[in-house]
């Protein structure tokens, strides 16, 4: 099976412009998750959906960021305007829904720099 | 407020040399313990899940262990492809599947 799939893999733009980032999850899975990951902070928790219903936004930092799932397949994060700070590498996952402790499997990331 | 802690924060070892790996947590009610490996320029891969004190996993190499208050993955005879990230993440009460990680523990194997 394929993994989760994330486009672009590396987004250099500069500070200001929208950013649009992507995610396919593994087919069958119920639950996706973004999140950010900086030497600072380490891997930090955005905001996670269950059958395309957004569940907890509380790691969102500020009104810049949206993120949705049209369908089981799709899912995007926009930052919108961006800022320098927000450079990082954003990752995606997905898991099943069946009991609490399915592992999270994730995608290999975007590598995000703003300029 | 969940707590995650990995230590040491960087280890370098010898190829053959056995070491342990540390991941102390605070959480109320644990619900799962879960470590993942990272190589550079990759997302976290899944490795182990430890439910409650006293349950060990195994993968080739590497065993994680689990108490009331930490875990420990223990690398027994480490080779260079072993080097990697090791994060370890907690799954609380606050929120079916989401999970808390700690900073990781980069790990490098010399041969």
């Known amino acids: 099976d394929a993994g989760v799939i994330q486009s672009p893999r590396h987004e250099v733009t500069e500070m200001g412009q929208e950013v649009t980032l992507r995610c396919k999850p593994i087919?069958?899975?119920?639950?996706l998750f973004w999140y950010r990951q900086t030497m600072m902070r380490g891997l930090e928790l955005l905001i996670y959906?269950?059958?395309?219903?957004?569940?907890?936004d509380s790691g969102m930092p500020e009104d810049r960021f949206s993120a949705k799932m049209p369908n089981a397949s799709f899912s995007t994060l926009k930052i919108q305007p961006s800022e320098p700070r927000d450079s990082a590498v954003y990752f995606c996952?997905?898991?099943?829904?069946?009991?609490?402790?399915?592992?999270?499997?994730f995608g290999d990331g975007t590598r995000l720099s703003i300029l | 407020e969940d707590q995650v802690t990995q230590s040491p924060e960087a280890l370098r070892l010898q190829e053959g040399e056995s070491s342990s790996l540390n991941c102390s947590y605070t959480?109320?009610?644990?619900?799962?313990l879960f470590w993942y490996r990272q190589d550079p320029g990759k997302g976290p891969e899944f490795l182990f899940t430890?439910?409650?004190a006293g349950e060990e996993k195994e993968k080739e190499r590497l065993k994680a262990t689990l108490t009331k208050k930490e875990s420990f993955l223990h690398i027994t005879a480490p080779k260079p492809e072993d080097s990697a990230t090791y994060l370890c993440?907690?799954?609380?009460?606050?929120?079916?599947?989401?999970?808390?990680f700690g900073q990781g523990t980069r790990l490098t194997i010399n041969p």
């Open positions: 996952a997905s898991s099943r829904a069946q009991g609490v402790r399915q592992p999270q499997h």
């Open positions: 993440a907690v799954q609380g009460p606050q929120g079916a599947q989401k999970l808390v």
């Open positions: 087919s069958g899975h119920d639950y």
């Open positions: 959906f269950n059958n395309n219903v957004p569940i907890d």
């Open positions: 959480v109320s009610g644990l619900r799962g």
């Open positions: 430890l439910y409650s």
